[in-house]
């Protein structure tokens, strides 16, 4: 006779069906559902919080080390980082829902020729970033305000980290992937294991060999270096230790180029990326808002900014949930099933994202005083880490729902929405800051602003069902050889 598990597993196991049960009665998401969205989901959180973790500790090593100007220049550098990566994250979005419709109808191959397509495109893409930001990094910074120490510190690191962009575009259509066929656990295995690493090259480089700036960015680039060369092993077709191994598989042999495909590809990411690129260029203005208001603005913007990117870690999670299991129902066509999946993961991200928020606003104090110490930094600090858990409760809300939208290949409308909450609401909202005694509350205002006005938009689009149709035309049972 089989052992019967531990008493704690076994308490465990009771909380979890007894939370299962209460998210089902309360009309939150079907029992049967909040397993499926789970398992593709919490691979993708955690890989999110790593992520966004490994930043954070490249900071607050830097400002142990060299103090504020080092903190400067890497805040300087890491918005060119963001735009760039930004880039990348939207072509991967076009390759997740393709990939998701293609493996969810059964055709293995024609979603391995768009991830072959995605690698095509994002050399193409990567390229010319990487040399201009080597090439240009000094006049680069200086032009968002970097100066004396601040300027050279944000020089060294986006040359030394440059040429990782080119990995970490490959990392991010990998990872997208394997999240298509329903694989987040793999993905998450390999790149949390790299912010592991990027944490200990860090401290080791900059704390025990006192090699500063140059230290983290050595550390980041061979840590996303590890992490290519991991993931390629799976991508070409091979396992680790008897799983990983993609049933997509780029293979050198069969066509490279598919026209009709490469399309199909850049019309579903190129609103993507527009979008993401907008949103990463938001940053620029806030920045020089913020330093016209003083460095301790500028620092707390910055805080407030690194504790939203750790509350997006659940959208990590909830929006590739969405678009995998959207895009499988869909490819299957299932319409009524997909939209119920979508809902489902809308309304418990909302939940999540509340209970998350609230957590952070209670102790925004403790959360300011890990990276500054003067009680007027600390106090300019724990108010954008309130504005930023607050911004977080929409912003996770509409990754799902953007997360659902972009599994039916309709990426438009999230597009213009984000133009519109960026650039018609919360750039003037920030410029007020500077321009009117309305001072640093038109600052939070922006945060807000940029942040709800396209989960409204988004939320219309998807209860106005217009993006199924959208959906039909990027079938696999419109592609039939």
């Given at each position: 006779?089989?052992?019967?598990?531990?008493?704690?597993?076994?308490?465990?196991?009771?909380?979890?069906?007894?939370?299962?049960?209460?998210?089902?009665?309360?009309?939150?998401?079907?029992?049967?559902?909040?397993?499926?969205?789970?398992?593709?989901?919490?691979?993708?959180i955690?890989?999110?919080?790593?992520?966004?973790?490994?930043?954070?500790?490249?900071?607050?090593?830097?400002?142990?080390?060299?103090?504020?100007?080092?903190v400067a220049?890497?805040?300087?550098?890491?918005?060119?980082?963001?735009?760039?990566?930004?880039?990348?994250?939207?072509?991967?979005?076009?390759?997740?829902?393709?990939?998701?419709?293609?493996?969810?109808?059964?055709?293995?191959?024609?979603?391995?020729?768009?991830?072959?397509?995605?690698?095509?495109?994002?050399?193409?893409?990567?390229?010319?970033?990487?040399?201009?930001?080597?090439?240009?990094?000094?006049?680069?910074?200086?032009?968002?305000?970097g100066?004396?120490?601040?300027?050279?510190?944000?020089?060294?690191?986006?040359?030394?980290?440059?040429?990782?962009?080119?990995?970490?575009?490959?990392?991010?259509?990998?990872?997208?992937?394997?999240?298509?066929?329903?694989?987040?656990?793999?993905?998450?295995?390999?790149?949390?294991?790299?912010?592991?690493?990027?944490?200990?090259?860090?401290?080791?480089?900059?704390?025990?060999?006192?090699?500063?700036?140059?230290?983290?960015?050595?550390?980041?680039?061979v840590?996303?270096?590890?992490?290519?060369?991991?993931?390629?092993?799976?991508?070409?077709?091979?396992?680790?230790?008897?799983?990983?191994?993609?049933?997509?598989?780029?293979?050198?042999?069969?066509?490279?180029?598919?026209?009709?495909?490469?399309?199909?590809?850049?019309?579903?990411s190129?609103?993507?990326?527009?979008?993401?690129?907008?949103?990463?260029?938001?940053?620029?203005?806030?920045?020089?808002?913020?330093?016209?208001?003083?460095?301790?603005?500028?620092?707390?913007?910055?805080?407030?900014?690194r504790?939203?990117?750790?509350?997006?870690?659940?959208?990590?999670?909830?929006?590739?949930?969405?678009?995998?299991?959207?895009?499988?129902?869909?490819?299957?066509?299932?319409?009524?099933?997909?939209?119920?999946?979508?809902r489902?993961?809308?309304?418990?991200?909302?939940?999540?994202?509340?209970?998350?928020?609230?957590?952070?606003?209670?102790?925004?104090?403790?959360?300011?005083?890990?990276?500054?110490?003067?009680?007027?930094?600390?106090?300019?600090?724990?108010?954008?880490?309130?504005?930023?858990?607050?911004?977080?409760?929409?912003?996770?809300?509409?990754?799902?729902?953007?997360?659902?939208?972009?599994?039916?290949?309709?990426?438009?409308?999230?597009?213009?929405?984000?133009?519109?909450g960026?650039?018609?609401?919360?750039?003037?909202?920030?410029?007020?800051?500077?321009?009117?005694?309305?001072?640093?509350?038109?600052?939070?205002?922006?945060?807000?602003?940029e942040?709800?006005?396209?989960?409204?938009?988004?939320?219309?689009?998807?209860?106005?069902?217009?993006?199924?149709?959208?959906?039909r035309?990027y079938?696999?049972?419109?592609?039939?050889?």
């Open positions: 006779m089989p052992s019967s598990p531990p008493t704690g597993i076994r308490k465990l196991r009771i909380a979890a069906d007894a939370l299962a049960g209460l998210l089902h009665r309360s009309g939150i998401i079907d029992r049967g559902r909040l397993g499926e969205t789970l398992g593709l989901a919490w691979p993708r955690l890989t999110g919080f790593a992520i966004m973790s490994k930043n954070t500790v490249d900071l607050a090593v830097i400002g142990m080390v060299l103090g504020a100007p080092g220049g890497l805040a300087f550098a890491f918005a060119y980082w963001q735009v760039a990566k930004f880039l990348s994250i939207g072509l991967a979005g076009g390759t997740v829902s393709l990939v998701a419709q293609n493996y969810g109808g059964g055709r293995l191959d024609r979603a391995a020729a768009v991830v072959k397509q995605s690698l095509l495109v994002a050399a193409l893409l990567v390229t010319p970033i990487v040399l201009g930001f080597m090439v240009f990094a000094e006049p680069l910074i200086a032009l968002v305000g100066e004396g120490d601040a300027l050279r510190f944000g020089v060294i690191y986006l040359v030394v980290t440059a040429p990782a962009l080119a990995f970490e575009f490959f990392n991010i259509i990998a990872s997208r992937t394997y999240a298509g066929v329903g694989d987040t656990f793999t993905p998450m295995v390999v790149r949390a294991g790299g912010a592991v690493l990027n944490a200990v090259l860090t401290v080791v480089l900059v704390m025990g060999a006192g090699m500063g700036v140059l230290g983290a960015g050595i550390g980041t680039a840590s996303i270096a590890a992490v290519a060369a991991t993931l390629a092993w799976g991508m070409t077709g091979r396992s680790y230790f008897g799983r990983g191994a993609s049933p997509v598989p780029v293979r050198r042999s069969g066509p490279w180029v598919d026209g009709p495909l490469v399309r199909d590809l850049l019309r579903i190129m609103p993507l990326m527009a979008r993401r690129v907008a949103e990463g260029i938001i940053v620029f203005p806030l920045l020089w808002v913020a330093a016209s208001l003083g460095s301790i603005t500028v620092a707390a913007l910055e805080v407030g900014r504790v939203a990117a750790l509350l997006g870690s659940f959208s990590w999670g909830f929006s590739i949930a969405a678009s995998t299991m959207v895009g499988k129902r869909l490819g299957a066509g299932e319409e009524e099933l997909a939209s119920a999946y979508a489902d993961v809308i309304r418990l991200s909302a939940v999540v994202y509340i209970l998350s928020s609230a957590a952070v606003v209670l102790t925004a104090g403790p959360i300011a005083r890990v990276f500054v110490d003067e009680p007027a930094a600390v106090a300019a600090t724990a108010a954008f880490v309130v504005v930023a858990a607050l911004a977080a409760i929409p912003m996770g809300v509409d990754g799902s729902v953007t997360g659902s939208l972009r599994g039916g290949g309709d990426t438009q409308w999230p597009f213009f929405a984000s133009l519109v960026l650039y018609v609401f919360a750039l003037p909202a920030a410029l007020l800051a500077s321009l009117t005694p309305l001072g640093v509350a038109g600052l939070y205002a922006a945060l807000l602003l942040r709800i006005v396209p989960a409204v938009l988004n939320g219309y689009r998807f209860r106005s069902r217009r993006w199924l149709a959208v959906s035309r079938r696999p049972s419109h592609h039939r050889p």
